[in-house]
């Protein structure tokens, strides 16, 4: 397991991108090195930052939702994807994770599922 876990969140809505700060700034062992409001700009910023975790809003992915996942696998092999959304966790989860994605994690279960989900996709790498 990857010992200090480097992290680019990617999230357009200020409150979210806020409280994703703020539980992450909780835990040791987890560093947040960026944030995009912007799926290219979140790209970027896990290429460039070195990001071991890109954790992206699904409303981010576009047109091309899920499948954007397969996109940024190709572009970043060596950056874990956790997705983030209000959607439906077994409907999106298993789309994800079949694209790609280490994880789909709901907002409303933020609070207690997403570090837990950052932590198990970087196991192994």
């Not at 944030?35 to 091309?64: F, N, P």
């Amino acid at each position: 397991m990857v010992r200090n876990i480097r992290v680019v969140i990617a999230e357009d809505y200020t409150f979210f991108t806020d409280t994703l700060k703020q539980l992450l700034s909780t835990y040791s062992g987890i560093e947040l090195v960026g944030e995009a409001s912007a799926m290219v700009c979140a790209v970027e910023a896990a290429r460039t930052l070195e990001a071991h975790v890109l954790v992206i809003d699904i409303k981010l992915l576009g047109e091309a939702g899920l499948d954007a996942i397969c996109e940024i696998r190709s572009e970043l092999p060596q950056t874990q994807i956790v997705v983030i959304g209000d959607e439906d966790e077994k409907v999106y989860s298993a789309a994800a994770h079949g694209r790609g994605a280490a994880a789909y994690v709901v907002k409303s279960a933020m609070c207690h599922q997403l570090v837990p989900a950052i932590i198990d996709s970087c196991k192994g790498a």
